[in-house]
């Protein structure tokens, strides 16, 4: 398999090779990086509260050493209580000072945590809206959701709780280790002597754990598709039956997450005995070598209490560790998938050398266009058109002839593989992209509503609207009456009850927002499908007085629509066979001609 992966390529596999994995984590890292970058001091208070109070904490066991050996003879001995007093204020200080430190760093770890949360979730948002219509129809939404849900979940738990347990588990080891050390290194040698199955064992689990979350965030990001595709398709769900070829396929989905999250509990089922009968043999040696030393009296009673209880320190945060590596591999496996999605580039680029269009006039000129799209056949061979500013042009034409596809490439959704298209002589590849959505705007025939009233949504291409241009726009397109009639009129919000709106009244919604919009080029895709024929009459008297001074193209199945065009394409097979005035075409006998008399007869 190729070692080179980029974005989401490969994202449903779980067998990476080693360069691949390492590409990948260097590039989670990098992500990682970016984001604690701006957080640099909350990161180093952070870190020097945990240090303190690790450095606290572990004071504890050689305090028990000297009372037992020092303290407590002086006591016995010499009636002198002072020492003792001494080690308990110290052990009760150290204990104080430290529970007070780790307080202060739950807050600021908090903080910093949320921080970057709020960082990391803006940008995959922000980034998901820049890139290219092309990601979107391959990407399903579903896993989009995945990357800002359950990853983003993952993410969190790692750096709640996680990361604490990871820093504190190496600070507090390696503190119990020197101080181990400086009690009694023959302790120490036999920690050491046990740190090679520990780190045999660390390993394995590792690299186990590694493969296995990743199989997890594949399959927990099918289950979400797969929820997100049936809610959203409830219609043909319900229409088609599906309900139990829907549940049979969720339930398999199901059963196999379920799966990849019992290996991965098996995994940390032997993980956590291995360590804790590592941690118990260690304990015991240390025990047994110390007690001899003890009988020899080579060793003190209260310096083999305090090696007993460093040894049983050391490995008691390692749990925590575990627990650590536990939610490090889930979250490892979701970083990958949010900075795959974070590391795709729009197809369609800002450009570098932008051109000025202030005011638009709508000619448009499409010169040897070349397009396919990605992996699939040529759509558009060799095509090249010229339309005038302020012309309205029909786009007829057998499903799949490409009308849709010259339509996506105006509004510039998508370049062309070859070739170029200009507004006002000007390549689009060189408009800014704000420039080219205000001179360029396109009607589709799935008229989308988005939360909010009726007159939010109507200004949606022209935020700055007042109330009488939004009204003066709905009524240009024949919706003004039922706004009206609606409960709180332009004020209803669309998504309330009372203010559901029919196919058909979305769709002159929609047309009212285009015309408040004004661009230069208006492209109505099918915009008229979702009407009925009174609606549709009544567009197409709107149409002739607001298309007017502006290029319009209409691309319609419906060839009473095309009637106020001036020019009619007729497209087949990426190319135009037949371009003249409707009246003409009409009234020849090439394919428009046969169209129109086979639409004219199912009217009858």
């Known amino acids: ?302 310096v083999l209490l305090a090696s007993v209880l460093y040894v049983r320190n050391f490995f008691a945060p390692l749990q925590e560790v575990a627990f650590f590596v536990n939610s490090f591999q889930s979250a490892t496996a979701a970083l990958e998938k949010v900075s795959g999605v974070l590391e795709e580039r729009p197809t369609v680029a800002e450009p570098a050398d932008a051109v000025d269009l202030p005011a638009p006039r709508g000619r448009l000129h499409f010169d040897g266009v070349r397009f396919a799209y990605a992996g699939g056949p040529t759509i558009l061979p060799d095509f090249s058109l010229e339309i005038e500013a302020g012309q309205t042009v029909a786009l007829v034409g057998t499903t799949g002839a490409g009308k849709s596809t010259l339509a996506k490439l105006l509004s510039r959704f998508y370049d062309p593989t070859r070739g170029a298209i200009t507004l006002d002589d000007v390549d689009l590849r060189r408009l800014r992209t704000e420039d080219l959505r205000r001179a360029v705007v396109m009607v589709t025939q799935e008229a989308y509503l988005f939360s909010g009233t009726v007159a939010e949504n109507i200004a949606l291409g022209r935020p700055d609207a007042t109330l009488e241009q939004i009204q003066e726009s709905a009524r240009a397109v024949g919706a003004d009456e039922f706004i009206r009639a609606l409960p709180d009129g332009y004020d209803t919000d669309v998504n309330k009850r009372g203010g559901r709106v029919s196919a058909g009244q979305r769709q002159l919604i929609s047309f009212a927002r285009a015309f408040l919009a004004d661009p230069a080029v208006l492209i109505l895709d099918e915009a008229t499908a979702a009407l009925d024929i009174p609606s549709e009459r009544q567009i197409q008297q709107a149409l002739q007085t607001l298309l007017a001074d502006r290029t319009a193209i209409i691309i319609a199945h419906r060839l009473s629509t095309v009637a106020i065009a001036d020019r009619v394409l007729v497209m087949e097979h990426g190319r135009i066979v037949e371009d003249d005035v409707p009246a003409a075409l009409i009234g020849g006998e090439g394919r428009f001609a046969r169209l129109h008399a086979a639409w004219r007869d199912s009217l009858v």
């Not at 990098?30 to 970058?37: F, S």
């Not at 050493?65 to 010499?78: N, Q, S, V």
């Not at 995959?124 to 579903?142: A, D, N, P, V």
């Open 1 to 302: 398999m190729s070692a080179t992966l980029h974005g989401t390529t490969g994202e449903d596999r779980s067998d990476y090779t080693r360069e691949e994995s390492r590409q990948i984590r260097r590039r989670s890292l990098r992500l990682l990086g970016a984001l604690v970058a701006p957080m640099k001091a909350r990161v180093a208070l952070a870190a020097t509260l945990l240090l303190l109070s690790t450095a606290l904490r572990v004071v504890g066991p050689a305090l028990i050493a000297y009372g037992i050996d020092t303290a407590l003879p002086a006591a016995l001995d010499e009636a002198d209580w002072m020492p003792t007093i001494g080690v308990v204020a110290v052990y009760v200080l150290s204990a104080v000072g430290a529970a007070g430190l780790i307080g202060w760093y739950v807050v600021v770890a908090a903080r910093l945590t949320q921080a970057v949360m709020l960082d990391l979730r803006t940008r995959i948002f922000h980034h998901t809206q820049l890139l290219s219509l092309e990601f979107h129809e391959s990407y399903t939404s579903g896993r989009i959701i995945s990357r800002q849900t359950s990853d983003l979940d993952a993410i969190r738990q790692l750096l709640d709780g996680g990361l604490n347990g990871l820093v504190t588990g190496v600070l507090y080891g390696g503190f119990t280790f020197v101080a181990l050390m400086l009690t009694d290194w023959h302790s120490g040698v036999i920690l050491v002597a046990m740190a090679v199955p520990l780190a045999l064992l660390m390993r394995w689990f590792y690299r186990r754990s590694q493969v296995v979350y990743r199989e997890s965030r594949v399959v927990s990001a099918r289950v979400i598709v797969q929820f997100v595709e049936t809610m959203t398709g409830i219609r043909a769900v319900k229409a088609f039956r599906r309900e139990r070829r829907n549940d049979d396929e969720f339930g398999r989905l199901s059963g196999e997450y379920r799966d990849v999250n019992m290996r991965s509990i098996r995994l940390f089922g032997t993980f956590e005995p291995g360590l804790m009968a590592i941690a118990s043999t260690s304990v015991a040696l240390v025990l047994l070598w110390g007690g001899i030393r003890v009988v020899d009296g080579a060793l003190e009673v209260g």
